[in-house]
């Protein structure tokens, strides 16, 4: 399993926090990851086999990113100047998270994969303005 497949299950598993509470995430992380999905995510995750250290790495690290939204959350208001967080779509919001988590808290992740991979990862799962306000809000953490 590759590193962005990893990324990407993880995006997938976050967009869900918007619709549960952070105590529901443990639960939305099993789920996700032992087969019980919603049929919209099976293509998806019927293609993955998760080893017991990919399921490790990635229920660490959404649970890491529930641990620090609240924080996160305000960093992407004071980046997106007026946006409130209500008005900026889930699953750009989810991207943001991802994202923002990776540069601020991963040393492993250089900035500027986390910016492009926010990029890609918008390009699959938003509209195509999506990508460049992801890209321009996360550039704006690098300045």
């Known amino acids: 399993m590759t590193r962005r497949d990893l990324r990407e299950t993880v995006f997938r598993i976050l967009f869900r926090l918007e619709f549960n509470s952070d105590e529901d995430m443990k639960e939305q992380i099993e789920l996700a990851l032992n087969g019980e999905i919603p049929a919209e995510d099976e293509e998806l995750f019927a293609q993955l086999e998760y080893s017991e250290e990919n399921k490790k790495y990635i229920s660490d690290r959404v649970l890491d990113i529930v641990d620090r939204h609240s924080e996160i959350d305000a960093v ?14 889930k699953a750009e919001l989810a991207i943001l998270r991802l994202a923002i988590y990776e540069m601020k808290y991963d040393d492993d992740i250089p900035v500027k994969v986390a910016i492009n991979e926010a990029v890609e990862l918008a390009k699959i799962y938003c509209d195509v303005e999506a990508k460049s306000f992801i890209n321009a809000l996360l550039a704006k953490l690098t300045k």
Do not use: F, H, T, Y
């Not at 992407?76 to 779509?89: N, Q, V």
């Open 76 to 89: 992407i208001e004071e980046i997106s100047e007026g946006w409130k967080l209500a008005r900026i779509g």
